[in-house]
T-cell receptor
Framework: DGGITQSPKYLFRKEGQNVTLSCEQN?????MYWYRQDPGQGLRLIYY???????QKGDIAEGYSVSREKKESFPLTVTSAQKNPTAFYLC?????????????FGPGTRLTVT | AQSVTQPDIHITVSEGASLELRCNYS??????LFWYVQSPGQGLQLLLK??????LVQGIKGFEAEFKRSQSSFNLRKPSVHWSDAAEYFC?????????FGSGTRLQVQP
């Protein structure tokens, strides 16, 4: 069953703690993305990776880190430096390479930091 | 830099009525445009896309969208709305790095 898995669906953390969100895909897609969604603001790009062992900052990368050691996996760490981490986080993939591609989205992880 | 504007934050229609959701984009080259739908607490699902060719594109669930270059618009339409269409709808344009999304339009359907 092909798709994108994000776990957990809900995550609660105390302020000052780092937390890692998981994103796994079996679509054999080269490109993977992390977006943050806040009410009324649409989706904003945090980080993206076009190929294994390479990733780039998006528009709101401060306070976040990623790794891309395997094609199937693109975990996102929300660090204590992120000033307002409570949000809905979405992982997406596409085939990569040149030309436009539609993105496929995972079910999301809702992170609440108190 | 590219941008997408969805002027309507919230729209309410009656079941069976027609629907049009507005989307305006700003992009220097030929735009590649998308409409996605999101149910509460879920990921996004692609409704349709425009890359080139016929400016009227058909999508899933009976939706269609028309690309109008002169108006920089890509409005989403449906002739008859069903209660299950209640969701949030996002228009997006493909950039060099990733998709740029509008802020979304929440659709409410009245019985």
């Amino acid at each position: 069953d092909g798709g994108i898995t994000q776990s957990p669906k809900y995550l609660f953390r105390k302020e000052g703690q780092n937390v890692t969100l998981s994103c796994e895909q079996n679509l054999n897609h080269d490109a993977m993305y992390w977006y943050r969604q806040d009410p009324g603001q649409g989706l904003r790009l945090i980080y993206y990776s076009q190929i294994v062992n390479d990733f780039q900052k998006g528009d709101i990368a401060e306070g976040y880190s990623v790794s891309r050691e395997k094609k199937e996996s693109f975990p996102l760490t929300v660090t204590s430096a992120q000033k307002n981490p409570t949000a809905f986080y979405l992982c997406a993939t596409d085939g990569g390479g040149t030309g436009p591609h539609e993105q496929y989205f995972g079910p999301g992880t809702r992170l609440t930091v108190t | 830099a590219q941008s997408v504007t969805q002027p309507d934050i919230h729209i309410t229609v009656s079941e069976g009525a027609s629907l049009e959701l507005r989307c305006n984009y700003s992009y220097g080259a030929t735009p590649y445009l998308f409409w996605y739908v999101q149910s509460p607490g879920q990921g996004l699902q692609l409704l349709l896309k425009y890359f080139s060719g016929d400016t009227l594109v058909q999508g899933i669930k009976g939706f269609e969208a028309e690309f109008k270059r002169s108006q920089s618009s890509f409005n989403l339409r449906k002739p008859s709305v069903h209660w299950s269409d209640a969701a949030e709808y996002f228009c997006a344009v493909a950039g060099v790095r990733a998709l740029t999304f509008g802020s979304g339009t929440r659709l409410q359907v009245q019985p």
